[in-house]
Structure formats: C-alpha cells, structure tokens
C-alpha cells in the first residue's frame, strides 16, 4: 500500500496527463488566461493610481485631476468587473467540459474491462473514480490551477510596477527573498510529507471504518466492539498527529510570511524615508510601494493555501490514471460486420481455461452441437460448468485451444458480434431500475409492446406482469415480484433479443413447485428453434435435450446424444436410472 | 439549536486552547490595526525631513509589531485549528464506537456510502465550523467594528461616504450564498443520481456485456453527464457574477476614498498620512467583508453537517442489553415458544407463531424457500433483531436476560456470504478471542478443512485476504469463516447455507469432522442441499414465516409434502454429487 502509494506516478507526470485534457480546449484556455492576465493587471492599477494622485494632484492641489482618476479607477474597475466574470465563467465551462470528457472515459474504460477486472474489484471503488476522483480533479482545475497562475501574474506584475516606480527602492525590499525562499522551501518538504502520510492514514481510517460498517453483524457476533474501537481510535491518532503536524507548519509558515512583509515595509520606511528626505523619491512612490509589498504577499500565502488541494488532487488524477492504464484483456480483434448472423453450429475444440495461473478449470475440452441443438451440461458443484459459459461469451480468454461459431474461430469474430447472438439466463437475475418493459427489451431497445407482449405469453410470464398494478410499465422495486417472476421475466429478456445460441443456468430450488412447471414449460418454448445449452440441475430437463455433457473436474466425462449415452449405460444412464427408480417408488406407494 | 447543543461538550473540553487561541486572535488582530496608523505617522512625519533616527524608530518599531504580529497569529492557528482537529479526532471516535452499538434494524435502513460520508464529507464541515467559522467570525466581527471605527475617527464625513457600497455587498452576499446553496442542492442531488447509475451499472455489469448494452448505457450516462454538466454551470452563473461583484463593491469604495479622501487632502481637511492610513483600512475591510459570507457558508454547511451527524448520534439501538451475570452453559435445551416477527415497513410477518425446541447437542435442520424466514429465525437467536411476541429459551433462561456479549460468546455463526476482514488469515479466524495458541488455530483449520488451500498461499497463516492480498474463493471464505465460529467453542453453532459453495465431497467430510469433534454442540444447519441435512435430528420446512412438516428424513419423505418434491427435484443434483 504504502510502495504503490509512493511511487507509482511523479507527480509532473501527472500534471502533464491533466493537461493533455485540456488540449482540445486550448483557445479556450488561452482565452481564460488572457483574461486572467488581464484582471490581475487591472488589479494592480489601484496603488499606481493613489501615487498618481499623491504626487501629481494632491501636492499642485488640483482638484480636477483627482476627479479625473477617480473617472479612471471607475472605469478600470468596471472592465475588471466583466473580465472577471468572463473568465470565472469560461474556466468553469472548460473545467467542466474536461470532467465531462474524464468521466465518461473512466466509464467507457470500465465498460471494456473483462470479468476478470470486476472479479478482483469492489464496486464502492470503482465508484469512488467514476464520480468522486472526477470531481476533486475538476476543482483542481478550475481553482487550484488557476488561481495558482493568477497568483503568478500577480506576483510577477507587483514586481514588475515597482520596478518600473523605483528600481532602487525594489532591490532594497529584494533582501527579503532569500528568506522567503528559504522558508517556502522549508516549509513545502514537510508539508508534503505531512500531508502523504495523513492521506495514507485517512485511506486507512476510511478503509477500516466502511469494513466495520459493512460487517457490523460479525463485528457483534464476535463481540470484537471494544478491539476494533482499539484500532480504529489508533489510526484515528495517528492521523491526528499528522493533521497537528500540518496545522503547526501552517502555523509557523503563515505568520512568517507576515513577518517577511513587515520586514519588507521596514525597508521602504528607513531606506525610502531616507530617499524621501534626501529628495530623491517622490510621497506618492512611497505610499505605492507600501500597499503594493501588502498586495505581494497575499499570493504566496494563496499558493501554500492551494497546496492541500493540489496534493489532494494529484492522488485523485493517480488512481484515475490508474484506472485507464489498466489494459483491456480482451480487445476488440476483429471490426464489427454490419449484418452478422449466426446459424448457430458450436464447436469447442481442446478448449484449456484458467481463471488464475495455472489452475486450469477447463482441461482439454471438446464438444459441438449442430444449429438448432440443444444440450444439457451436468456436472458437481465446481466441475467448471458456469466456465463453459463464461468461455463461450468470450466473457473470459481461453488460454489454448479454440472455440468455432459456424465454423469460425471466436478470435475471428468481434465479440460485441458474438454476444448479440446469444442470450444468457443467469441463476441470480440482476434486474435494472426502471418498468418491466425496459427490462425485458434491454438487448432490443426497439421492440414494441404488442412483440414483447407475445413474447412474454410464450414464456409464461404475461400472466403476472397482466396482474401488476401497472402492468408493462410497472417499476420495479425490492419485492414487488417472486424470484419465480424474476426468473421469468429473465426469459422473456433473452429471448426479446432473438438470440441464436441460447445459454441458460437453471435455477435451483428457490421456487415452488407452480413457478417451478411454468419454468419448464418456458424452457421447452425458448429452446425452438435456437441452438441451446443448459446447465441442468433437474431431471426433468435431461428428458428433452438433444444431447449431454457429463462434466468432471473441468474434464468431459460422457458427451453425446442422448440416446446413445443411454445405450452405452455409463454414468448418464446411472443418473436417468434413479430417477426411474423414483418414479417407480412412488407408483408402488 | 439542539443538533448543535450536542457537539458542546467536545469543545468544552478543549476551553483552554479555545481561550488562548481567541486571545492570540485579537492581539494579532490589533497589530493589524497598528500598522496603517504606523504609515500614516510616518507619511505625516516625512515632510518635516526627520532624522535618520527617527526614521529607525518607525522601522524599529515596526518590526516589534511585526514580532508581536507573528506570535499572535502563530497562536490562534496552533490554538484554534488544533482544536478542531482535537475535536473532529474526538467525535470520529465517538462515531466509530456509536455506529458499533447500533444494530441490524437500523443498518438496513442504511447505505454504507452515505454512512461513510457522514464521517467523512458532514464531520469535515462540522470541523471547519468549529475551527474555520468560529475564527473567522470572530476576526471578521472585531476587524470591521475596530476598523471602522478607526475610519470615523479620521473623519467621519469621508468615511460615511465610502460606506455607501457596502451595505450593497452584505445584502448581495446574503442573497447568492442562498442561491448558490439552492443551486448547489441541485448539483448535490443530480451527483447521487449519477452515483446510483454508475452503481446499478457494475452491479449488473455481467448482465450489460452479455446483452451488449455498452454503448447505450454510455450514452444514459453521458446524458445523466452533460445534465450535471448544466445544472453546475447553473451555480457558476451565479458564483461567476458574486466574486467579482465582490471585489467591484470592495473597488468602488476605494475609488470614493480616492476620490474625495484626495479632494479632502487639498481642501486641508486631513493630512497626507490620514488618506493613506484610511486606505489601508479600507484594505483591511475587504476580507472579513467577505469572510462574512463565508462564515455564513460554513455555518450552513456545519449545522447540516451536524444535523447529519448527529442523527446517526440520536439513533439509538433497539436491542436492549439488560446485562445480568448469567452465562449459559450448554448443558441445557433450546426453546423457542410462540415467536412472531415483523420486519418493520413490511406487511406481512416474517415469522408466524415458531414453536420449538432443539435439545442440547441435537442437530436440527432447516429448509425452505428464499424468503420463507429461516434466516430471521437464526438472526432472533442472535438477538439481531427482538421477536415481536413469544421468547426463546436458553438454559432455561429467556435470552431477552442473557447478557449479549454472553449471548454471542454462546453461539457461532456461519452465514453464506461471510464477512471476512481485510487482515491476516491467522487474525480472521482468531477474531472471536484475543489469545490464540499456534496450535489451536491450526486444529480448527483443519477442521475446517483449509489446511491444503493455506500451504498454497505465498504467507500460509499470515496471508492477507483482500486488496492487500489473496482473493479468497467462495468456498475458502466459507470455510474460514466455519474456522473463525468454531474457534470460539460455541455451544450453538448456526450453519446458514453455509456450505453451499463447497462440492458434495468436501461438505460431507466437513460434516463428518464437526460430528466428531464438535459432537455435543447443539447445530442447526440451514440449507438448500438436502444432502447437508439429511442426518440431522430433526429437520422443519419452513413456508411464508411457519413451520409447515416437521421430522426427520425418512418421515418427511414418506409422508410425501414438500420436503419429498424438493428431495425429488434435488435428484440428479444430489446423484451428480455422489456419482461424479
């Protein structure tokens, strides 16, 4: 944690990379820092006009000339006035185009990640860069970055009048610089590492509480309360130390900014009141200096404020970047064909697939199926059965071997292609938010009621979405329909896609025996017509399939028709025969 | 006023710092003050031709303001921002150990994330309240009361009328903090939104792909961006024309102390000095005038802060610790008489009159469909939640009088989806006492069967689970958590589907070894796998919240109700298992 943290990224690394965002807003950011500059120039015109009045009105008592100047400080303020909210608003613009385009990156970039990304990745962090990384970064960019050349121009600006004033009097008040070098230097080494470590310590604190929070229940159950309130206030202190840590050097670096200021207005009383004296200097000159040295530091205390938020930031565009530089597994090989069209012949050819190293849940694999087959896979909780699926959808890559659509090797076939052509129902139906009828059209956003309508009566769900208080347009919440329901609703979403392949996990038995018939009868309506492979886990499914595949172990046990697996009385015919005996059972009862 | 009653004590306790930070505040505050009348008698003086030791005492004595100056400010920083993070330190832990107390009925009211953001994102503002708003405040009110006082007492006339644009600036201030808040509502609420997108997005990811749903769920999102996009450039509109409006107010006064502080200078009304020292008054006018509006932000933002807080503070946990000394023993029968239960905001109970009892070191077992409430039974053993009406028994002891910590020590519990903590493997299973021998540990790993999958792993014992380490697969989390509850010793242990990750041959060595080392402890086994409960004692099919048959396994199958059509439909599953 504390290595990665460190040193993955540098931190002018990083900046570049922000930057580059703002590329294709360039004349828009020439633009902002253009007016930029010319706000922080106009705002330098009020001590240099005070001078002006000073030395050249006040002194021939010319009242004329200081209404004049008035009329120009007017004037100056006004076009201050819609220069700044010019700017204001067009960094905005930028800086809100740029999250625009950052975020909806970071969500494309995780919509093309593999399963095996979303496997290894909590959703709260994934989230946590979609939205909250994205936000921090935008403020980084229009304050943080902003105001820090703001700030610069000012600081330049102030230099440049007073040298423009009295170029003696400017080098004099120079003798404070180095001691203000020194101390920003002094100041920005330990900071930074203050702030580093803190947020180490706070993603550590937030980690440790949002575990406590999610597994409160074993937290009870094991009675861990006072422990983990141990911990936790532990972290919490170390966090305070390197909070205190960074209010102390707040606390020293602040006031010495004051005091070189001071310092710096000593100067111009004793050097410049010596002028003065000596007739060398003008009043007005003097008292310009004065509120321009107060002016001058204003900006560097502005910077060390902007610090926190730039540190904050850089960890935020770091696991951002983080994110894009993960590279997608499985890149799209082949463009996508216009009008592709599966017959829907399946091979799987000496297929080896691990999900890790070299752990290999599929050995060797081997079947195929004709178009318009269907197949029943049985196999031990862990044989490798949901792999199979995952394969097949190329959800996953197979490391050998190869799987041929029609005929074709499925790296030949681009996979948004593939997946168009088959539908997966899946035992845990994941439903999204919105009515029943987006649901079911969710791979045909443009199918029509009357179709979907059909199609639900094929596949026995009409009956309860009828029933629904508002039927097709129902929203779906928490518990309004069994898991029964959702079962069928899922069904009518595969085929609502007019799939060619059809791959389905049969649900367990979660549902009564009602649900449990018009499921099958669903099955049996789903698998016309369409190339289908079943996970079974009841009897009464192997009763219509084409052919089964006995799986173990990753490794094919029986495969065949049917038929013939029955004739050859292997382990497919010992588990159709208990089921007889079953049957018979009851029968004699 | 109460929300904000409640946080008092935190900072009660740190009155001394407050004081001296308050104090260090207003010595700084009127050095501040010092130096524009420092100028003006410098400006006044020049004229005269002063010597050079005149000159030095100005600088000398300028430079000691300046000392004084630094010490003053040094001060309230350390004081007062050390105290509100001496306080955010406080109240966190105060937080953590709450949230700890609270139970299951009010964490299902709960969203992890907003649970988090109120430690977070709420205490941050209440921090700043207490640190930033309350200085501030302070400053803002002493700087702008000593200043203005200072200008009148230059001259009154001049400074009545340099006052003019100022009203304007409080009232405007007073108006865009409000509508930059209803506005930033807004923004507030149309970020959940996208948060919400986003988190159904990767929650139903696999869904998506296989249906091919990636470029129009980028193009929802994209709409849900540029919305945002929109409703933030709603408060820039404001905030783009309250800054500057700000700094043209704060101009235009200056302009007028130019304009007739000049005029006045020429009519002889004041002196050079005078002009210019009212100038940098008005200079020290300009941040606490905006400072004002600022506190006014912050102090919106903390009192919703604090409200936020404050309601996870009020909450107050339903399950009532009676406390009491008596510690079952496990020498006696379980009871459960009369049990009903209602989740709250649901209509129908969830558990209907469950009558019960498990004798002492029996195995019952229970099956069901999802949602028939063997889980909430399990949980009211637990003291998760308090039954409705009807009590269970312990060792002939209602548990609503067993102490909870006596209570939780009594029973282990397994649940399908364990939550596991993101330490060493050896800490996770070591959870439930402090004291663990090498040895012991090791036992019940073996127990649970994890002794080969632990030499697999690159730290054995030591291995960090989590982001930090392994990925654990189902059925390794499973059996560390079976490790981590029969670690306590329980003398109830609880199996809630607890095995349904692991394959047939694996789940009856497990049961086998629990029947062997673990055989007088009383087990209840729930499961979808009949073959998990086959042996059990006794075993009920629970439907819709009731106990519906009842007996043991070849009762329940002769009798042929639903535990037969579920034992028929589990067939081949269950022959797959024995055969392969």
């Known amino acids: ?589 | 006023m109460n929300n904000l009653k409640a946080f008092f004590p935190y900072v009660r306790k740190y009155r001394r710092e407050f004081l001296f930070g308050i104090v260090a505040l207003i010595i700084a505050d009127c050095m501040t003050l010092v130096v524009p009348w420092l100028i003006k008698e410098f400006i006044d003086i020049l004229p005269q031709k002063p010597a050079v030791e005149q000159l030095l005492k100005y600088v000398l004595f300028l430079f000691l303001i300046s000392l004084v100056l630094v010490v003053g400010r040094y001060g309230w920083r350390k004081y007062m921002f050390g105290l509100s993070r001496k306080i955010e330190f406080d109240i966190l832990n105060d937080l953590f150990s709450h949230l700890l107390s609270l139970d299951r009925l009010w964490y299902q009211k709960q969203k992890t994330g907003d649970l988090m953001s109120r430690a977070t994102n709420d205490l941050r503002a209440v921090r700043e309240f207490f640190g930033l708003g309350i200085l501030i405040l302070i400053d803002a009110a002493f700087v702008i009361v000593m200043a203005v006082t200072m200008m009148i007492w230059i001259n009154v006339e001049l400074a009545l009328k340099v006052f003019i644009p100022l009203p304007v600036v409080s009232i405007l201030f007073f108006y865009f903090v409000k509508e930059i808040g209803k506005r930033h509502v807004a923004v507030q609420e149309h970020l959940s939104k996208i948060t919400e997108h986003v988190q159904e997005n990767l929650s139903g990811i696999r869904v998506l792909h296989a249906f091919v749903q990636e470029e129009n769920e980028k193009n929802k999102f994209k709409k849900l961006n540029q919305e945002y996009i929109q409703k933030n450039l709603r408060v820039t509109q404001v905030f783009g024309v309250f800054t500057p409006t700000m700094v043209f107010a704060i101009g235009v006064a200056s302009m007028i102390s130019l304009w007739m502080g000049g005029r006045a200078v020429i009519a002889n009304d004041i002196t050079l000095g005078s002009f210019v020292a009212f100038n940098g008054y008005l200079m020290l006018l300009s941040w606490p005038m905006m400072g004002i509006g600022y506190v006014f932000n912050l102090t919106q933002k903390g009192l919703v802060g604090m409200t936020r807080v404050n309601e996870v503070f009020f909450a107050k946990p339903s399950i009532i610790d009676n406390g009491g000394d008596f510690t079952p023993t496990g020498k006696g029968d379980l009871k459960i008489s009369g049990i009903r239960f209602k989740y709250p905001n649901e209509l129908q109970d969830a558990l209907k009159e469950i009558n019960l009892t498990i004798p002492c070191g029996q195995t019952l077992g229970i099956v069901g469909v999802i949602g028939s409430g063997k889980t909430t039974l399990a949980r009211l053993l637990l003291r998760f939640y308090d039954p409705v009406s009807g009590d269970i028994w312990i060792d002939g002891k209602s548990i609503q009088e067993i102490p909870l910590k006596g209570l939780r020590d009594y029973i282990g519990y397994v649940s399908q989806e364990p939550f596991l903590f993101s330490t060493s493997i050896r800490n996770n299973i070591a959870l439930g006492r402090g004291n663990a021998s090498d040895s012991e540990i090791e036992k019940n790993v073996e127990i649970a069967g994890m002794t080969s999958d632990l030499e697999s792993f690159p730290d054995h014992l030591e291995t960090m689970i989590g982001e930090k380490g392994v990925t654990l697969s189902g059925g390794q989390k499973q059996r560390i958590a079976l490790a981590r509850a029969l670690f306590k010793k329980p003398s109830l242990l609880i199996l809630d589907d607890s095995f349904s990750n692991l394959d047939s041959e694996m789940e009856e060595e497990l049961l086998l070894k629990l029947k062997t080392h673990f055989k007088d402890t009383t087990k209840i086994i729930i499961s979808h796998r009949l073959s998990t409960i086959l042996n059990a004692d006794n075993i009920i099919v629970m439907e819709d919240g009731s106990i519906s048959e009842q007996g043991n396994h070849s009762q329940l199958v002769k009798s042929g109700g639903v535990y037969a059509s579920l034992f028929r439909s589990q067939e081949l599953a269950r022959e797959m298992e024995i055969i392969l």
């Open chain 1, 1 to 589: 944690m504390l290595l990665n943290e460190d040193h993955r990224y540098k931190d002018w690394v990083l900046f570049k990379r922000v930057l580059v965002h703002l590329k294709p807003y360039s004349s828009l950011v020439a633009l902002a820092i253009l007016l930029l500059l010319a706000v922080s120039i106009l705002n330098l015109a009020g001590p240099y006009l005070t001078k002006v009045v000073i030395d050249d009105h006040i002194k021939a008592g010319d009242m004329k000339g200081v209404d004049v100047i008035a009329g120009v400080y007017l004037s100056v303020l006004v076009f201050s006035f819609i220069f700044q909210f010019c700017q204001t608003y067009l960094m905005q613009v930028i800086g809100q185009k740029v999250m625009f385009d950052l975020r909806s990156k970071v969500f494309s970039h995780l919509h093309k990640m593999s399963f095996s990304y979303f496997d290894r990745n909590p959703i709260g962090r994934m989230i946590t860069r979609v939205v909250n990384d994205v936000e921090v970064l935008n403020e980084m960019l229009t304050s943080g970055l902003i105001l820090v050349f703001s700030d610069l121009f000012t600081l330049i600006g102030i230099f440049c009048v007073m040298f423009y004033l009295d170029w003696r009097l400017t080098l004099v008040v120079c003798v404070v610089f180095p001691f203000l070098v020194t101390a920003t230097r002094m100041y920005r080494v330990r900071a930074r590492d203050a702030l580093r470590k803190n947020r180490i310590h706070v993603s550590e604190l937030n980690s440790y509480l949002e575990e406590n929070i999610s597994g409160v229940d074993t937290v009870q159950c094991f009675n861990r309360e006072t422990k983990n309130y141990e911990k936790f206030s532990s972290v919490n202190g170390e966090r305070l130390k390197e909070d205190l840590r960074t209010v102390r050097y707040n606390a020293f670096y602040m006031p010495s900014i004051d005091f070189f200021s001071s310092l710096a207005i000593a100067m111009v009383f004793w050097y410049g009141g010596g002028r003065y004296v000596q007739d060398e200097i003008q009043l007005g000159i003097l008292v310009a200096f004065i509120q321009y040295l107060q002016k001058f530091f204003e900006p560097i205390r502005d910077l060390a404020e902007k610090f926190n938020i730039i540190q904050t930031a850089m960890a935020s565009s770091e696991r951002i970047f983080e994110l894009l530089d993960t590279p997608e597994q499985i890149p799209e090989s082949v463009p996508s064909e216009n009008d592709f069209k599966l017959q829907g012949d399946v091979e799987f050819k000496n297929v080896w697939f691990a999900y890790k190293d070299d752990r290999y849940i599929l050995k060797d694999l081997s079947f195929s199926l004709k178009a318009g087959e269907s197949l029943a896979i049985v196999g031990a909780t862990g044989s490798g059965k949901s792999t199979i699926i995952n394969a097949l959808c190329q959800f996953y890559k197979i490391e050998k071997g190869d799987i041929l659509f029609d005929g074709h090797s499925i790296n030949d076939i681009n996979k948004y292609d593939l997946r168009r052509q088959i539908s997966l129902v899946q035992q845990d139906v994941f439903l999204f938010s919105g009515s029943i009828l987006d649901n079911i059209r969710l791979g045909n956003q443009e199918m029509g009621q009357e179709e979907i309508e059909s199609i639900s009566q094929a596949v026995s769900s009409h009956n309860f979405i009828s029933n629904l208080p508002f039927k097709y347009e129902q929203e779906l919440n928490k518990g309004d329909i069994s898991s029964g329901e959702r079962q069928l609703l899922s069904f009518a979403r595969a085929i609502a896609a007019d799939p060619k392949i059809l791959v389905l996990d049969e649900a367990t038995s979660n549902v009564d025996l009602e649900t449990e018939r018009q499921i099958q009868n669903g099955i049996k309506e789903m698998t016309q017509g369409r190339t289908s492979i079943i996970i079974a886990h009841r009897l009464s499914t192997l009763m219509h399939v084409d052919k089964v595949l006995v799986l173990r172990k990753g490794e094919v046990v029986e495969f065949g028709k049917r038929k013939e697996l029955l004739q050859q009385k292997g382990i497919f015919y010992q588990l159709c025969q208990s089921q007889i005996r079953l049957e018979q059972s009851k029968v004699e009862k």
